[in-house]
């Protein structure tokens, strides 16, 4: 089931006995575990039948004999297990989850991992409850995720400012979310977040970042590249060579991918490389720069970079900056 749909139920009051929030992605998992302890019970019915349990310091049979007791002048308790993959024996809990009381709702918040799908314990919760799946969004997939957290605020992002949020933020939605609701805050003037929203606010320059590197190097804009690099060379917190070539071998990827593309038209350049529509357009102009051949020895230069800045094949004293100017040289020559 989709979060949407999770979320929908719940305020409808439409409640499971028991609630196995499994995976990746943490945000996922929090929005409805926190959802079920803020709204199912008025502040009055909490003191006697809300309880928090933390997996490390609690026992499955202590939280299942919690979880048949009967609520107090309510018509629900609720039963939430934090850090439940820390839960000792957490497979004790099957037997409550065969027969869960209808009167209690049980959320367990199995976070960056699954419950093994052979085990009595998830079978029981499919049957009588539900399970939801978190999965980490992949990063083609979080700017969009970003345009719609926005639109649920009444607010709006270029496509520019999405990508250059993504290649800063990465992929971890509780940051990203933390981020935008210090722009929302922050942004008065407008309800449109814009590349110098995100500069004066978050910190991130709007002209030397990760996705203009890319477009200088799509154009072969060898002074413009070299500036970035130098950049980044000066600001080596913010933009250390890892995350550097991490998002470059995603670029070049994609360059390397159109080239055997039957559709090479906007539309399907943007379905197959799952970029934004808006971007398609200089990714095709991108790759006629680049001959397969060279964007598969661009590959090999960023794969032997990445060892190198993890200190194999070259010195320990090896400047940082020094690696990422090279690396850029060998990409443009």
């Known amino acids: 089931m989709e979060i949407t749909s999770v979320l929908q139920n719940l305020k409808k009051g439409i409640y499971h006995p028991i609630y196995l929030l499994q995976g990746d992605e943490s945000y996922y998992i929090d929005a409805i575990s926190d959802y079920i302890e803020d709204h199912v019970l008025t502040d009055a ?99 969009g995720w970003i345009d719609t957290y926005l639109k649920e605020r009444q607010y709006t992002i270029t496509p520019q400012a999405a990508q250059l949020l993504t290649a800063y933020l990465g992929t971890e939605l509780s940051k990203i979310a933390n981020e935008l609701n210090k722009l929302v805050i922050a942004v008065k003037d407008t309800n449109r977040i814009t590349p110098e929203h995100i500069e004066r606010n978050i910190g991130v320059s709007k002209d030397f970042n990760l996705l203009e590197l890319q477009n200088a190097l799509g154009a072969k804009d060898v002074l413009k590249a070299n500036k970035i690099i130098k950049y980044f060379g000066a600001n080596p917190t913010l933009n250390p060579i890892q995350k550097t070539v991490a998002g470059l071998y995603f670029y070049f990827s994609k360059l390397f991918t159109y080239h055997f593309l039957k559709d090479k038209s906007e539309r399907s350049v943007a379905a197959e490389l799952r970029v934004h529509p808006f971007f398609a357009k200089d990714y095709i102009t991108a790759a006629k720069r680049y001959s397969p051949t060279k964007l598969y020895e661009i590959m090999g230069i960023l794969r032997e970079y990445d060892m190198k800045s993890k200190g194999f094949n070259s010195s320990n004293m090896v400047d940082m900056a020094d690696l990422q100017k090279e690396m850029i040289y060998k990409i443009l020559h």
């Open 45 to 143: 019915e909490k003191g006697f039948n809300q309880t928090i349990f933390y997996g490390k310091d609690s026992d499955p049979i202590n939280i299942a004999e919690s979880a048949r007791r009967f609520p107090m002048m309510a018509d629900k308790q609720v039963i939430v297990v934090k850090e439940a993959q820390s839960l000792n024996k957490i497979e004790n809990l099957a037997p409550y989850a065969e027969k869960p009381l209808d009167s209690t709702i049980l959320v367990l918040a199995y976070k960056y991992k699954t419950l093994d799908g052979r085990g009595k314990l998830i079978k029981a919760i499919k049957k009588n409850g539900l399970v939801f799946t978190s999965k980490k969004l992949y990063e083609n997939q979080v700017p």
